[in-house]
């Protein structure tokens, strides 16, 4: 049974790090595109970062650009999401989602129904 399981949010003041995880399960991580998405109450879930399945390429928002970076360990089966500098604009619920890379369609890689498989999301909350 394909999983996804994120962990890593929390409480951080503006200006902080956070590191979410997204722990992987019942497939081969490497082929699979993952990427990160982010909910924050009454608005639409977006997309924030995207990495294929060989770690090749990265996609980022440009909200995020330069502040975010995402990386793969295809051998221990997780992806995780290295976020810097918090704003309190980035408070949201971010979840992983993942789609087979080779059903899987870059032009869209922002929009959540790209992809078919979604962990239960990890709270991020930035407030001093």
């Avoid at 951080?12 to 497939?27: D, K, N, Y």
């Avoid at 650009?65 to 976020?83: C, E, H, P």
């Amino acid at each position: 049974q394909l999983q996804l399981v994120e962990s890593g949010g929390g409480l951080v003041q503006p200006g902080g790090s956070l590191r979410l995880s997204c722990a992987v399960s019942g497939f081969t991580l490497a082929t699979y595109t993952v990427a990160w998405f982010r909910q924050a109450p009454g608005k639409e879930r977006e997309g924030v970062s995207c990495t294929t399945g060989d770690g090749g390429t990265e996609y980022y928002s440009d909200s995020v650009k330069g502040r975010f970076t995402i990386s793969r360990d295809n051998a221990q089966n997780a992806v995780y999401l290295q976020m810097n500098s918090l704003q309190p604009g980035d408070a949201a619920v971010y979840y992983c989602a993942a789609q087979l890379s080779s059903s899987w369609d870059p032009w869209n890689w922002r929009y959540h129904n790209t992809y078919n498989y979604w962990g239960q999301g990890t709270q991020v909350t930035v407030s001093s």
